[in-house]
């Protein structure tokens, strides 16, 4: 089964708790604090590997999540660092952000690797907060947060070149008589559901890798049958060959059927026009094919349409390897697919924020009258303070009061006793 697009969701490790200790040794005096810090939580990887084909692995793993940093220890002892998780994913996956769209990563490359959610730091032990003013300190941060994200996985075959047309031209047995792929052949429509991909060597013994697409139709730009859902794989192409039936016997016009797949090719991405393009008559073999042929070539010359057409026969075998050769003479002139795509991307990567006047934190107020102080940079700090020791609290007060929290409350309106929270934290507003 082949799976080309898929959600997850992927988490990154928090990092490890720093520690408040101190040093009781025997004929040691003044042994002062001794808390580690917490290690580092693991990334979330992803790494290309070429064996995979498929985002089928991610069918019934959807949830990937990486190890947590050890907390601090007595005697100044620092917690393990986690190891990263790497997630392995098939050449051509593109990762995205499943709720806002921007792009993570484009993978395409054997060993490739991006980090998709990143650990949270370490908390730092008491031994880190003494100074000459508070030589004993209990004082200690909470491991930082690790990313969480749901994002989505989309992959786009990899291959040089694309067989594209309407179902049942002949595809799939093209393919299967060029290369040493075998996909299934039958004698109805959309019997290809899937990308194929085989490996083609010309006499001369140049090769490249040419995907059987499933059978393209009339409004598949739209989401007409099968089409929309492997289109997005022929962009990474950069030779398309165009499979005509010119036998006509399934009572459909060639010149019209090279027009409409040329249409939607169009309608869905303008830049596939411009890749060079093959057009490959097959079923030559065929009583009625020379006549299409001949009307073909004048029509497409009524139009003054520069094309290549070359006659084959993917039954009889006859013809493919003229086709092949020039399509291999046609990939050593044509740039890799990141040529065409540089100003799309460059495009697709501008991301439009709003960005409020303080970026740090948002105050609002709840039917109940309580305060809610949301914000990244505020609900960190409450994460990675640890209220089991005053000393702590005391210095996130002070954090707040740095932020201008205080004073934000007050020109709100706040007054002495109101009820504030800092996500599931709540405290008294005190004067």
Partial sequence: ????????????????????????????????????????????????????????????????????????????????????LFVKVPPGTIVKDAVTGTMYA?????????????????????????????????????????????IELELKVL????????????????????????????????????????????EDGRSFVLADMPGLIEGASQGVGLGIEFLRHIERTRVLLHVIDMSGVEGRDPVEDYYTINQELEEYDLK????????????????????????????????????????????????LNTVMSRTAELLETTPEFPMYEEETEKEERVLYKFIPENKEYAITREPDGTWVISGDKVEKLYQMTNFQFDESVMRFARQLRGMG???????????????????????????
């Fill in 1 to 84: 089964m082949f799976l080309d697009q898929v959600k997850v969701n992927v988490k990154a490790g928090n990092g490890g708790d720093g520690m408040v200790a101190f040093r009781r040794e025997k004929y040691v005096p003044d042994g002062g604090p001794a808390g580690g810090d917490g290690g580092e939580g693991g990334d979330v990887i992803f790494i290309v590997d070429e064996g995979l084909r498929t985002l089928m692995d991610f069918r019934y793993n959807r949830h990937f999540k990486a190890e947590h940093g050890e907390n601090g220890m007595s005697k100044g002892m620092h917690g393990r660092g986690a190891k990263d």
């Fill in 106 to 150: 484009d993978l395409t490359e054997h060993d490739q690797k991006a980090v998709i959610a990143k650990g949270g730091r370490g908390g730092r032990g008491n031994i880190r907060f003494a100074s000459p003013r508070n030589p004993a300190p209990e004082i200690a941060e909470n491991g930082e947060p690790g990313e969480e994200k749901e």
């Fill in 159 to 202: 291959a040089d070149v694309g067989l594209i047309g309407f179902p049942s031209v002949g595809k799939s047995t093209l393919l299967s008589v060029v290369s040493a792929a075998r996909p299934k052949i039958g004698a109805y429509h959309f019997t290809t559901l899937v990308p194929n991909l085989g490996m083609v060597k010309t």
């Fill in 272 to 319: 596939l026009r411009e890749r060079p393009q093959l057009v490959i008559a097959n079923k030559m073999d065929m009583p009625d094919s020379q006549e299409n042929l001949a009307n073909f070539r004048k029509a497409l010359e009524k139009d003054d349409q520069d094309v290549e057409i070359f006659e084959v026969s993917a039954l009889t075998q006859t013809g």
């Fill in 405 to 431: 929290i205080d004073q934000a409350l007050r020109d709100r309106g706040a007054r002495n006793g109101d009820t504030v929270r800092i996500d599931n934290f709540e405290f008294d507003f005190v004067e």
